[in-house]
């Protein structure tokens, strides 16, 4: 089995990877629950609002020269209207959360720990700079989804095994285009969150 490694890069220090990493994301989120159809455009320009952010932090995951897999934050204050509002509405300080922007990783590089790890490294970046809270946030297909594959188990056992809990109170859309589908809809998203303090 091959070794992976994780190497820690922030702000514009990204952009020598930002290819990959588009690449990477558009592979990974084909599959459920995202389901996305996704353009090259588009990955680039959302990748570039992290390479611009001073504080933002990718922990990336390499086998050799490739990159397998990848996760991202940034401070909540910095992000897009959509995560940042329903915070907002809810009375947080927005200032006082890092977001976290995603995580992938291939299929065959999973249940070796490194989802643990991405969570890890995140975590420990917030809390050196005094971040009090740490929030992602997933998409919600239905039990029924026609694409849902027979035995799909979600990660919330896992997340909350690593101290994350769902906020359905805490929940925004997003829009991108599924596979198959015409054009972009809206998806709901509901936040997970965890206290640094």
């Not at 992290?50 to 910095?78: I, R």
């Not at 359905?168 to 198959?180: M, V, Y």
């Amino acid at each position: 089995m091959s070794e992976t490694v994780l190497s820690i890069r922030q702000g514009n220090a990204i952009e020598p990877r930002l290819d990959e990493l588009a690449h990477l994301r558009i592979t990974v989120f084909r599959d459920f629950p995202y389901l996305y159809d996704g353009s090259f455009d588009y990955e680039a320009n959302y990748l570039r609002r992290y390479a611009e952010c001073p504080d933002s932090l990718f922990v990336l995951a390499e086998d050799g020269d490739a990159l397998v897999g990848a996760a991202t934050g940034m401070p909540l204050a910095e992000d897009v209207e959509e995560f940042r509002t329903p915070f907002e509405q809810a009375g947080f300080d927005v200032g006082s959360v890092f977001y976290y922007g995603e995580s992938v990783l291939l299929p065959s590089y999973r249940g070796r720990g490194i989802g643990k790890a991405f969570l890890a490294e995140r975590e420990r970046h917030a809390a050196r700079r005094g971040f009090a809270t740490v929030a992602f946030c997933a998409v919600e297909r239905p039990d029924d989804h026609p694409l849902k594959p027979e035995g799909y188990v979600p990660l919330h056992g896992f997340w909350r095994s690593q101290g994350y809990e769902r906020h359905p109170e805490l929940a925004t859309t997003f829009r991108w285009k599924d596979i198959g589908e015409p054009e972009e809809t809206d998806k709901p998203m509901v936040f997970w969150l965890k206290s640094l303090a």
